[in-house]
């Protein structure tokens, strides 16, 4: 990360600005007012390894399962699944470049990107940030229409592929700011030569207020309202269940309540820490408008350096953890996966004979175990099939 606020999304330089405006220095008779580091040292790249290669191992893994999934089993490509395969590829694609740019901003001293990637880079993330949080969004809505809303306002497949499309097209287009007011610049000082990626300060501080707007603020609310939704009519259904005396489904609403916690809560901790930081570089820009050579020194460590990294690397978090969230948890998912060829091969020549000697054992004495609850249910209870039918299929959506 550059001494003069230069980051990832954000690579601007708040003093260099003031101070090119002023015109008429002369850079090659001044110091650089910075230390001149260059690059860290190794412990900083073993610090790097060590905290985002785990997060970015088990999100890819999870992410390309996910997608491998739908990829192979045709039956399980329906609305949600085919929104949770979209979220999966853009997660993916920002596990595989984000680190690698907040690794180049936080290692170097001088941005190493040249131009094109001073224009480029910022956009692309910012696209791929904003395709898997309407992904996100739009996965909730189809969550509320399935369980609270009549059948007609559900998402068909039409309608989800259509959804994909947008929430490329609109990433896209919220992220060209990014290369119309991005700027890559040199400046040869007496003993340093620097290079930048310069934001038009005016414009995009501003800006930065759309983007944490779609990123952070109005999918917590569409969660927050939609699942808030889908309790209440749970809650409903339960008083129903237990008038009709089928309390083995009263544990229901509780794994639903748990699921919505989990979501939300997730949501919340990997992205208002990235609001933080918006806020707080808003206030930094303002606070530097004296426009003197003594403004260029470092003002990018401390906490502002700490939220830069911190709200970072959630993200990143939050890209590794949906697919756990809204895979791992889908039944669906499941089954899928343990059809497919990859799955068989996971399975070890060990656990092959284990299984073989467990269904041995079942068979000779004379019953399935893995289906004697749901017999002795049917024998207690021969309707409760019917009546359970419909709240089940909430289950595999939740």
């Known amino acids: 990360m550059n001494d003069t606020y230069d980051d990832d999304y954000d690579g601007f330089n708040i003093s260099g ?3 090119e405006y002023m015109g ?18 190794p412990h900083e790249l073993i610090i790097f390894l060590a905290t985002f290669l785990p997060v970015v191992s088990i999100g890819l893994t999870g992410n390309i399962l996910v997608i491998y999934v739908l990829a192979t089993d045709r039956h399980c490509r329906n609305p949600t699944n085919l929104l949770i395969g979209n979220m999966a590829v853009a997660d993916m694609f920002s596990l595989v470049l984000h680190p690698w740019v907040i690794f180049v901003y936080n290692y170097f001293q001088n941005y190493q990107l040249g131009p094109v990637g001073c224009k ?6 910012c696209t791929i940030l904003i395709a898997s949080v309407i992904s996100m969004s739009a996965i909730t809505y189809d969550r509320l229409t399935a369980i609270v809303l009549p059948n007609e306002t559900r998402i068909n497949k039409s309608r989800a592929k259509v959804i994909m499309a947008l929430t490329w097209l609109i990433g896209l287009t919220l992220s060209i700011p990014l290369i119309i007011y991005r700027t890559y610049k040199e400046r040869i000082w007496l003993n340093f030569d620097e290079k930048y990626c310069n934001e038009h300060i005016i414009v995009t501080n501003m800006y ?25 009519k749970l809650n409903k259904y339960e008083k129903i269940i237990a008038k009709s005396f089928q309390f083995h489904q009263l544990g229901y609403k509780r794994s639903a309540a748990k699921m919505i916690f989990i979501v939300i809560v997730t ?3 990997c992205r208002i820490p990235y609001m933080a930081y918006i806020f707080y570089r808003h206030r930094q820009v303002k606070g530097s ?11 990018a460590n401390g906490l502002y350096h700490t939220l830069w990294y911190a709200s970072k690397y ?9 697919p756990l969230i809204y895979g791992v948890t889908n039944l669906a998912f499941r089954n899928a996966f343990r059809r497919t060829r ?15 000697k467990q269904k041995s054992a079942r068979i000779h004495n004379g019953v399935k175990t893995g289906n004697i609850f749901h017999i002795l249910r049917k024998r207690r209870n021969p309707d409760a099939s019917k009546i359970v039918a419909h709240p089940q299929s909430y289950q595999t959506k939740l």
């Open 208 to 232: 930065w207020f759309v983007i944490i707007t779609v990123l952070v603020l109005i999918p917590l609310t569409i969660q927050i309202i939609c699942y808030t939704s889908i309790f209440i």
């Open 289 to 299: 408008s004296s426009g003197t050579i003594s403004d260029v020194k470092n003002q």
């Open 120 to 125: 480029g880079e910022g956009a692309l993330e």
């Open 342 to 356: 990859l799955f068989k091969c996971l399975l070890s020549e060990r656990a092959k004979t284990f299984q073989k």
């Open 314 to 322: 959630l993200l990143i978090a939050n890209a590794a953890v949906n």
């Open 17 to 19: 600005q003031d101070i």
């Open 267 to 269: 949501f919340m901790v």
């Open 24 to 41: 008429g220095i002369d850079y090659q008779s001044e110091v650089f007012p910075n230390t001149i580091w260059y690059t860290k040292g």
